[in-house]
């Protein structure tokens, strides 16, 4: 009986799961001996041809002795592929996560419920890495969650880590992150004088953006991430990151280049939005004012400011 459409359907998105999770071959469940099968093959031809002996018969059943897995000598061989698919179209599954993440607002309740429990960064770090509400977490390769000094004056926030920043557990690493190093070098600053990390700590499919629910789930993360590290200034890399974290509305061209306020909750930190680094890459004529931004930012730091005691 064929497939009904909606079994297409269910099959088309298992397969489109398994490319994008980097799955490239089906394996059975359990070790299949060909050898054995050769053997019971030569077996079956011999008993089925027509100058066989009776006196050939122990000769025929001594291999399926000796390979007691096999599949039975009468089997013919035309059976064999419909009987090895089902258990490659079995393998395929065990690749799915054994269970499926909560829905999203229960899943965004758990997050804002365990980042609240964590005590120092590090436990946040590996509060993340056993967090299984967040379906991005089994399509990227790692966690990245962050990078830099923690105990810096400035902290950096974007939006979701790349390709590059998914193999190497780092956030701006590829092209982005070197132009990002030669824009805070401009100030003065480098990766020990800054502290980086991503609103989302995992890499989206073929780096589409972050969906609403993947942002609201990951947020108490990054908010407590920011609220442990307690920065003097915070930047917002691209208008994703400054819509998520500041609240703003409009576009980064407009939100870029002003200072507004974050609040963690035990105290207000100065906030700038300015151009992600990746905008910068594709559209040149904006580095004049991120270089604005970046003076602004300069000049925010040279002014002391007194950190939470809490």
């Given at each position: ?188 600053i480098d990766r020990e004088s800054a502290y ?115």
């Amino acid at each position: 009986m064929p497939p009904t459409l909606s079994d297409r359907d269910l099959i088309a998105e298992l397969l489109a799961f398994h490319v994008e999770a980097g799955v490239d071959i089906a394996l059975g469940e359990e070790p299949v001996d060909r050898f054995a099968e050769s053997a019971s093959e030569r077996a079956t031809a011999r008993r089925r041809g027509p100058m066989a002996a009776d006196d050939s018969a122990p000769a025929a059943a001594a291999p399926r002795a000796s390979a007691p897995d096999a599949r039975p000598a009468t089997a013919p061989a035309s059976a064999r592929p419909a009987t090895a698919r089902p258990a490659t179209a079995r393998a395929a599954p065990a690749a799915v996560p054994p269970a499926a993440p909560p829905p999203p607002d229960q899943a965004a309740l758990e997050a804002r419920e365990a980042a609240a429990h964590a005590p120092t960064l590090e436990a946040l770090r590996h509060l993340l890495e056993r967090f299984e509400g967040c379906p991005l977490k089994h399509t990227a390769t790692r966690l990245v969650f962050a990078d830099g000094n923690p105990k810096a004056r400035l902290m950096l926030v974007g939006e979701a880590p790349g390709r590059e920043e998914d193999i190497e557990g780092k956030p701006f690493v590829g092209r982005s992150g070197k132009l990002l190093d030669r824009m805070l070098a401009a100030i003065g600053i480098d990766r020990e004088s800054a502290y980086i990390a991503n609103v989302v700590p995992w890499r989206p499919p073929g780096n589409r953006t972050p969906t609403p629910q993947e942002t609201a789930i990951c947020l108490p993360f990054i908010r407590r991430q920011i609220e442990l590290a307690d920065p003097d200034v915070l930047v917002c890399l691209g208008g994703p990151s400054a819509q998520t974290l500041l609240g703003i509305r409009e576009g980064i061209t407009k939100a870029r280049g002003r200072w507004m306020e974050y609040d963690t909750g035990t105290r207000t930190i100065p906030a700038m939005a300015t151009f992600h680094p990746a905008y910068l890459l594709r559209t040149p004529l904006g580095k004049r004012m991120a270089w604005r931004d970046l003076l602004a930012i300069e000049s925010r730091l040279t002014q002391p400011t007194a950190r939470s005691s809490g």
